[in-house]
T-cell receptor, first 114, second 113 residues
């Protein structure tokens, strides 16, 4: 049972345009969400996160939006740059108690074309 | 120091070998993790250590044996692995009792022959 879903395996955008990566979750206990960027043969690099008490978090070119009622979040990258080309993973967890487990989606391969 | 360092970066081992993967962090994080990632799949949690004690074992086969000698080090001992265990093994750490600052290492690419 996949609790975090990224239904688009790949996305291709032109440099300078907006990239929108989507993520859906099913577990109502998730209250903290993270986006990671991953290059081949490297570990995931943290990009941005959002708590369920917020609906938006912004950091430079990266903005994450959370719609709790729809159990949906999205990552916006504006403007997109060729160096942004990588696999993007959405991850979720319950930040309370002793549960430190991150549950990842399958990832979306973003390609930004010059 | 804001890094999680994993060694070796690549490892090839036979099914009868014994080897160890090492992970080190000096950020004062008290939670450390092992994840396994197969090609074109998301990372999957294997083990969690909190304050040097094993707190989560995601039903991992006993041929994988974790060890946390101190708050900065995490090892994964490997014995009698199968070819299907070939994967990228990722170590991560985070602040005490929290997912804040959850940082991954670059991983060890393991090939079992």
């Amino acid at each position: 049972d996949q609790q975090v879903k990224q239904n688009s395996p790949s996305l291709s955008v032109q440099e300078g345009r907006i990239s929108i990566l989507n993520c859906d979750y099913t577990n109502s206990m998730f209250d903290y969400f993270l986006w990671y960027k991953k290059y081949p043969a490297e570990g995931p690099t943290f990009l941005i996160s959002i708590s369920s008490i917020k609906d938006k978090n912004e950091d430079g070119r990266f903005t994450v939006f959370l719609n709790k009622s729809a159990k949906h979040l999205s990552l916006h990258i504006v403007p997109s740059q060729p160096g942004d080309s990588a696999v993007y993973f959405c991850a979720a967890t319950n930040s309370g108690g002793s549960n430190y487990k991150l549950t990842f989606g399958k990832g979306t391969l973003l390609t930004v074309n010059p | 120091d804001t890094e999680v360092t994993q060694t070796p970066k690549h490892l090839v081992m036979g099914m009868t070998n014994k080897k160890s993967l090492k992970c080190e962090q000096h950020m004062g994080h008290r939670a450390m993790y092992w994840y396994k990632q197969k090609a074109k799949k998301p990372p999957e949690l294997m083990f969690v250590y909190s304050y040097e004690k094993l707190s989560i074992n995601e039903s991992v086969p006993s041929r994988f044996s974790p060890e946390c000698p101190n708050s900065s080090l995490l090892n994964l001992h490997l014995h009698a692995l199968q070819p299907e265990d070939s994967a990228l093994y990722l170590c991560a750490s985070s602040q005490r009792n929290s997912i804040y600052g959850y940082t991954f290492g670059s991983g060890t690419r393991l090939t079992v022959v």
